[in-house]
């Protein structure tokens, strides 16, 4: 008889080295579940207590090639099965859309709505064997308007109307949820640029309060913005935008006569 140890789910993470997705890694792999990760950096220390070295694959979601290297990574593992798919990784800008390069938007699309995308689309045949599930990691901000991180947001709203279609699509085949957590204590804003002095990391959750209630969520098969301040936030934004836009609008036009 074999001594292998019975696996539950295989998981497959995107953005898994830091931040969320390493949190949700933990949250996974303690419950038994093999987790397979993805990353653009080298294997992380940090990482070994819940993913195998060699059940990481470095791959850089901005480059367009990415799908195929993560395509080739599960079938060297023999990994036809897989039971959840978490479309995790992202990455921001801060700052006005004139002041963006069109190199940095590029990236940005590509990382946080065509990978998603194209990644998707090349898995749902692992995805349809075991009837599992996508779970894409959006942003409360995705419905409301959020200045200076105009392209940011415009990706995660592409990737919630995405994923709203591919949920009728599948349905029967495959689950699909969007998870919209607000901020949180990661990297993401120092890389994505915003001043220090804008950064109020004692009020954001920290990676693994997000992570619990993303893996809650992912086990429930339930779309889910997470934090109960981030559910009445979004739950306002989605029915008041008229009203939302027009108050921005007035607070706008009174900080630029103060000036």
Known sequence: MSSQKHVEQTILITGVSDGIGRALAVQFAAHGARVLGVGRRSFPDALAASV???DYCVADLADADATGAIVDFLAARRATLLDVLVLNAAIGY??????????????LLQVNLEAPIALTHALLPWLRNTRGLVAFVSSVHSALPTPDFAVYTATKAGLDGFARNLR???QGAVD???????????????????PPGHIHADRYASSEQ???ELFAAIQRRRS????????????VAVHFEAQIDAALVRMAQRNRKAR
């Open 52 to 54: 195998a070295p060699e």
């Open 94 to 107: 801060y700052g006005a859309p004139t002041h963006q390069s069109s190199g940095s938007i590029d990236a």
């Open 168 to 170: 009728l699509e599948e």
């Open 176 to 194: 699909v949820i969007v998870l919209w957590p607000g901020p949180t204590r990661t990297q993401l804003h120092i890389k994505s640029g915003v």
């Open 210 to 212: 997000v992570a619990h």
């Open 224 to 235: 889910r913005a997470i934090g109960l301040s981030n559910r009445i936030l979004r739950w």
